[in-house]
């Protein structure tokens, strides 16, 4: 048998089956009983630092919203 068709087979068959199964593995590992906290807590990370208070005269949206209100359009 050539190399090439030995890859060829190995490729098609049990590279294809582990492939699958490390698919599968991932998926049952992410939603497993034990990760919710997990997911919980990356889900709240861009929102950590919403308590800190703006350090400029005005917001962004609050700026945007006098723009508009002032007919300058969109910012």
């Known amino acids: 048998m050539e190399?090439?068709?030995l890859l060829?087979?190995?490729?098609?068959s049990w590279a294809l089956l582990v492939l699958?199964?490390?698919f599968l593995f991932v998926?049952?590992?992410?939603f497993r009983p034990g990760s919710r906290p997990l997911h919980d807590d990356a889900a709240d990370?861009?929102?950590?630092?919403?308590?800190e208070?703006?350090?400029g005269p005005k917001t962004t949206r609050a700026?945007?919203?006098a723009?508009?209100?002032k007919g300058r359009g969109d910012v």
């Open 3 to 5: 190399t090439y068709t």
């Open 8 to 12: 060829r087979y190995l490729a098609d």
């Open 20 to 22: 699958t199964l490390i």
């Open 27 to 30: 998926i049952a590992w992410a």
């Open 45 to 51: 990370v861009p929102f950590r630092n919403d308590d």
């Open 53 to 55: 208070k703006p350090r």
């Open 63 to 65: 700026r945007a919203a």
């Open 67 to 69: 723009h508009t209100e």
